[in-house]
């Protein structure tokens, strides 16, 4: 992506004119993919005051292990005093559902990218589910082991407007479907906008660069639509502007911040968030992919202010060389010690199923 570089004070009046600020100066809380998990009373127990019900981000919101779309393994609970979330030892005991090892040696096919190459591929791909949590007073943590099925259609073409900083901005769309609450589905659209309005330089003592521009200059959250097993939809949540998860190109370090609000619920998801520049190495399921680590907290409140807010800290990676998809994501709640984390199981998926 094009990149201009202005001098110091162009930088800090850019800043301001563009109202955001994604530098050095705002820090993430500590690591936690864009989000957190809480139980479902709490995310899907926003009161009904006569406005459309506000869908929870699917990171913030617990996945249904148990719906019809997939066969999963029983849950199988272990005591463990270690456990390397993504590395190639993944895995739980013998009777546990594990995902094969890497080869000895082996290496990713592809290093993760500074621009997004090529588009997600269309399918249905297998997740592992991990859920920890210490045992009180021990030096154990209990885990449970799952499988789940998502799926990515409805990428886009590409659609393309001039940047008058030179070249082209380049934008297309994916929708993640996940399983939902009562064999239901989530589905998530994202954009990724490949060379958006973006300035940055250095600024006075800032030390580290300053960066700012278009909100969803990057990877960003569009859409969350939530049905129930009929197919019927039951909420939404479409925040303007798109809540930014992963700016483009890859500059890093840097910190930044990003909020939508859905006009229709009064719903609100905020990201704040830093791109380390450290890839991490997730197995999935035999096979080593990189991604661009992110850690952050995120926030949602549903309609109703203060009503219905979750928040919590997130780890995420993103695959720049596999179209910008996100293949590890964990999210632990503000006050609490439970973390859940979601390893994509495969890269090259099997075929969706028909229409």
């Given at each position: 992506?094009?990149?201009?570089?202005?001098?110091?004070?162009?930088?800090?009046?850019?800043?301001?004119?563009?109202?955001?600020?994604?530098?050095?100066?705002?820090?993430?809380?500590?690591p936690?993919?864009?989000?957190q998990?809480?139980?479902?009373?709490?995310?899907?127990?926003?009161?009904?005051?006569?406005?459309?019900?506000a869908?929870?981000?699917?990171?913030?919101?617990?996945?249904?292990?148990?719906?019809?779309?997939?066969?999963?393994?029983?849950?199988?609970?272990?005591t463990?005093?270690?456990?390397?979330?993504?590395?190639?030892?993944?895995?739980?005991?013998?009777?546990?559902?594990?995902?094969?090892?890497?080869?000895?040696?082996?290496?990713?096919?592809?290093?993760?990218?500074?621009?997004?190459?090529?588009?997600?591929?269309?399918?249905?791909?297998?997740?592992?589910?991990?859920?920890?949590?210490?045992?009180?007073?021990?030096?154990?943590?209990?885990?449970?082991?799952?499988?789940?099925?998502?799926?990515?259609?409805?990428?886009?073409?590409?659609t393309?407007?001039?940047?008058?900083?030179?070249?082209?901005?380049?934008t297309?769309?994916?929708?993640?479907?996940?399983?939902?609450?009562?064999?239901?589905?989530?589905?998530?659209?994202?954009?990724?906008?490949?060379?958006?309005?973006?300035?940055?330089?250095?600024?006075?003592?800032?030390?580290?660069?300053?960066?700012?521009?278009?909100?969803?200059?990057?990877?960003?959250?569009?859409?969350?639509?939530?049905?129930?097993?009929?197919?019927?939809?039951?909420?939404?949540?479409?925040?303007?502007?798109?809540?930014?998860?992963?700016?483009?190109?890859?500059?890093?370090?840097?910190?930044?911040?990003?909020?939508?609000?859905?006009?229709?619920?009064?719903?609100?998801?905020?990201?704040?968030?830093?791109?380390?520049?450290?890839?991490?190495?997730?197995?999935?399921?035999?096979?080593?992919?990189?991604?661009?680590?992110?850690?952050?907290?995120?926030?949602?409140?549903?309609?109703?202010?203060?009503?219905?807010?979750?928040?919590?800290?997130?780890?995420?990676?993103?695959?720049?060389?596999?179209?910008?998809i996100?293949?590890?994501?964990?999210?632990?709640?503000?006050?609490s010690?439970?973390?859940?984390?979601?390893?994509?199981?495969?890269?090259?998926?099997?075929?969706?199923?028909?229409?």
């Amino acid at each position: 992506m094009a990149e201009r570089t202005r001098r110091p004070s162009s930088v800090v009046a850019a800043l301001l004119a563009l109202g955001v600020v994604a530098g050095g100066c705002a820090h993430a809380a500590g690591p936690g993919v864009a989000v957190q998990r809480v139980e479902s009373d709490i995310s899907f127990g926003l009161p009904n005051s006569g406005k459309p019900q506000a869908a929870v981000p699917p990171s913030l919101a617990t996945p249904n292990l148990t719906g019809p779309t997939q066969s999963l393994p029983a849950f199988v609970y272990t005591t463990t005093t270690t456990f390397n979330y993504g590395s190639p030892s993944y895995g739980g005991t013998s009777e546990a559902p594990t995902c094969p090892q890497p080869p000895y040696g082996a290496s990713p096919d592809k290093a993760a990218s500074i621009t997004v190459q090529g588009k997600p591929k269309p399918g249905v791909y297998k997740w592992q589910i991990v859920t920890s949590q210490p045992v009180a007073g021990t030096n154990q943590t209990l885990t449970d082991h799952a499988y789940v099925t998502y799926k990515i259609e409805h990428v886009s073409a590409t659609t393309q407007a001039p940047n008058p900083a030179g070249g082209t901005t380049d934008t297309f769309t994916y929708d993640v479907v996940s399983p939902g609450p009562q064999g239901g589905t989530i589905t998530t659209t994202y954009e990724v906008k490949e060379n958006a309005v973006q300035v940055s330089g250095t600024a006075g003592n800032f030390g580290q660069a300053q960066h700012a521009g278009a909100p969803d200059r990057g990877i960003s959250l569009v859409s969350v639509v939530d049905r129930n097993g009929g197919g019927t939809v039951t909420a939404t949540f479409n925040p303007s502007p798109p809540v930014l998860l992963f700016p483009l190109d890859v500059q890093s370090p840097q910190s930044f911040q990003a909020v939508g609000v859905d006009p229709a619920t009064g719903a609100s998801f905020s990201n704040s968030a830093t791109v380390s520049g450290a890839t991490k190495r997730v197995n999935a399921c035999g096979q080593l992919v990189d991604g661009w680590d992110v850690t952050g907290t995120q926030t949602f409140s549903g309609s109703g202010g203060s009503s219905g807010t979750t928040t919590g800290s997130v780890d995420y990676a993103v695959a720049t060389q596999y179209g910008g998809i996100l293949i590890y994501q964990a999210t632990t709640p503000t006050g609490s010690n439970k973390t859940e984390t979601d390893i994509i199981g495969q890269l090259d998926p099997d075929p969706l199923p028909p229409s």
